[in-house]
């Protein structure tokens, strides 16, 4: 019989603060991550409307300087500094800005890192929150075998108990100062509270180096309480802390019999104070005398089933001394799986939304190394045995695929439909930012690049993580698409004015290369010698002094 010290985790950060928050208002894990994302989404909308608006306007005015620069490109395929020049040339004269969109975009990536960054914490967090809760769950089997005084041993409302040793080890020195002897006398520190000291381990004859031992436990309890300490200037200096079953466990553990022949069960043993654990069962729902006459059934089948078998060795009936810490030890896992089932965090498919969608990976790590590198725990170290307690009742969950992969090919899914929309929003950009147009084909690059690297993530991150990421992408497209209509709106009202501001008196004001190009086909024109012309002799014969032949 044991306890698990398992650290409380702590929260980390303010943000992560405000996600607890937004869980708990929510009742739902899933809203409170759609809750986050909205707000990260709202407070980063300025930067964002500025970023996107900016790189759409810049995309209308590529587009509209399309012809310009595809003469430019096939003026200077063969030399791409010149294009380049040229080509900046034409952006200042057509008020085309590269760096509009830079300082909100670095600002937006900057918002989107910390978010991140708080959000694995918090997935971290809430996993160890869980195992916090589990081991609450599997001591609280321990301290109910307390009788809770409320003086001596108190309870914190969570099952947890305090035990004032100190209190109880001045009132026992009162009482019983021999210290020697490894049975000593055990002395009433109240009614129901016994306790007794002793010598644990004596390292020399020097008194003042034995390690000695305090126990306490209750009249009507199960639980043993142990502290250990040594003696400096006659005061006790305390160190290890340990629980354990006392000897008589047994008979304090409620159980249901006919007595007398009565119609109804009834209690048997006394009752604890603390009416935590009365009536206690294990995971078959059977208190514990139930229990222990099964277990002893199970033995005498076997042993019938066998009594033939030479080689079969026969298994002895277990006492109820013994019966009882396997008993206890059933119960306490249970109340842990229980407590896990109860507040596990899933979503749809998903068992474990704090570990990737991956049949590859499962809700509950194996082994405890695998638990403290998988959630960064630094807490108190827990034995691979006592994990494994704590666990004892959740096979399904140790077992089970976590997932199937669905939001890691969401996550690469929407990433590639986000590209697309890009792409097709920057064609102009893309094709005639080269000379030979190789932003064109970074860009097909870059469309099936980003998917793999946010699957690649997806697989390494949480579900929680997935579910932010694919939410976070179709809250950017559909502000893509609203931002993009909104300045395509406003650029066709600026190009109507404009077109309005070119009309001057009646007539429509004529660019000056069109005007130089009318120029030069009348040049050719008046060059050219007209067919009616008498002195060229191309004249119509049947014209002969301005009379018809």
């Known amino acids: 019989m044991n306890i698990i010290d398992f650290s409380m985790p702590t929260v980390g950060s303010f943000l992560v603060e405000i996600i607890i928050w937004l869980v708990k208002i929510s009742s739902s894990i899933a809203l409170g991550i759609v809750l986050f994302t909205v707000i990260l989404k709202l407070i980063t909308l300025p930067f964002d409307y500025f970023s996107r608006a900016s790189m759409r306007k810049n995309s209308l ?38 760096f509009g969109a830079c300082l909100p975009t670095i600002l937006t990536l900057v918002i989107f890192i910390v978010a991140i960054n708080a959000f694995t914490d918090y997935s971290q967090y ?14 609280n089997v321990v301290y109910a075998g307390f009788d809770i005084d409320g003086n001596y041993i108190i309870s914190n409302g969570n099952g ?34 016994f306790a007794k000291k002793y010598v644990s381990i004596t390292h020399n004859e020097d008194a003042t180096k034995n390690v000695y031992k305090l126990e306490i436990y209750t009249k009507n309890g199960y639980s043993v309480y142990r502290r250990s300490y040594t003696l400096k200037d ?54 514990f005398k139930t229990a222990f006459n099964k277990e002893n059934a199970r033995i005498n089948q076997l042993n019938e089933q066998n009594k033939d078998n030479t080689e079969w060795t026969k298994i002895e009936n277990v006492t109820e001394e013994e019966y009882v810490k396997t008993f206890l030890q059933d119960i306490q896992s249970y109340k842990a799986a229980l407590k896990y089932r109860e507040e596990q965090s899933s979503f749809l498919w998903i068992k474990n939304i704090w570990v990737t969608d991956s049949p590859m990976k499962h809700p509950v790590e194996s082994n405890w190394s695998a638990f403290k590198s ?40 929407i990433s590639l439909l986000s590209q697309i929309v890009m792409g097709k929003s920057q064609k102009a950009q893309n094709e005639l930012q080269t000379v030979d147009g190789q932003g064109a084909q970074t860009q097909k690059m870059m469309k099936w690049m980003m998917p793999i690297m946010m699957g690649v993530f997806a697989f390494m991150y949480t579900s929680a993580f997935s ?83």
């Not at 969950?397 to 199937?404: I, L, R, S």
């Not at 070119?502 to 004001?509: A, L």
């Not at 120029?519 to 002969?544: M, R, V, Y």
């Open 61 to 98: 005015k590529m587009e509209e300087m399309r012809p310009e620069l595809e003469k430019l490109q096939k003026q200077y395929a063969d030399n791409k500094d010149l294009y380049n020049q040229k080509m900046m040339a034409l952006y200042k004269k057509n008020g085309y800005s590269m």
């Open 126 to 139: 809430q996993n160890k929150m869980d195992f916090y809760h589990m081991s609450q769950s599997y001591n």
């Open 160 to 193: 947890e108990i305090t035990v004032k040793d100190n209190e109880i080890y001045q009132k026992l020195n009162a009482l019983d100062d021999n210290v020697n002897e490894e049975n000593a006398q055990i002395e009433n520190i109240t009614a129901s509270i």
């Open 234 to 287: 006659g005061n006790p200096v305390w160190s290890v802390k340990e629980y354990a079953l006392s000897e008589n466990a047994q008979q304090n553990i409620l159980y249901k019999e006919e007595i007398n022949g009565s119609s109804e069960p009834i209690l048997v043993a006394p009752a604890l104070a603390s009416e935590v654990n009365n009536q206690l069962k294990n995971s078959a729902g059977d208190d």
């Open 374 to 413: 998988t959630h960064k725990y630094t807490g108190n170290n827990i034995t691979d045995d006592g994990y494994k307690a704590l666990i004892a009742h959740l096979d399904e969950e140790v077992t089970a695929p976590n997932g199937y992969f669905i939001l890691v090919a969401l996550t690469a899914g």
């Open 467 to 549: 579910i932010y990421i694919i939410l976070s992408s179709c809250i950017s497209m559909a502000t893509t698409f609203g931002i993009n209509f909104i300045v395509d709106a406003k650029f066709k009202k600026e190009q109507a004015k404009n077109q309005k501001d070119q009309t001057v008196r009646g007539r429509i004001y004529v660019k000056k290369e069109e005007v130089k190009e009318d120029k030069k086909e009348i040049k050719k024109a008046k060059n050219t010698t007209p067919d009616a012309d008498f002195l060229s002799g191309k004249a119509d014969k049947k014209h002969i002094r301005g009379r018809i032949k």
